[in-house]
């Protein structure tokens, strides 16, 4: 008798877990949330991309090249005012 009353009482309990559930998934999907579901965590960490930089000889290479480009200029617009 005894085993009759506890399987009985852990249907119901199980009805009314499954009716909470229902419940919480119904205010979740009106609040704009997840239907209640765990967020899905990332399986793998990615390290953020480093900043790129420059070496001194890069920077070198673009001054001169710069430099060149402007003493060009220069030298046409001496030539066109004569």
Do not use: C, D, H
Request: proline share 2%; hydrophobic share 45%; glycine share 6%.
């Amino acid at each position: 008798m005894e085993q009759f009353i506890l399987a009985a009482a852990l249907e119901g309990l199980e009805a009314q877990k499954a009716l909470v559930e229902l419940q919480i998934r119904n205010v979740s999907m009106a609040l704009g949330m997840n239907a209640g579901k765990p967020k899905r965590e990332r399986t793998k960490k990615v390290a953020p991309k480093s900043k790129r930089t420059i070496t001194a000889a890069g920077r070198a290479a673009i001054k001169a090249a710069q430099v060149k480009r402007w003493a060009a200029y220069r030298k046409a617009q001496k030539k066109g005012k004569k």
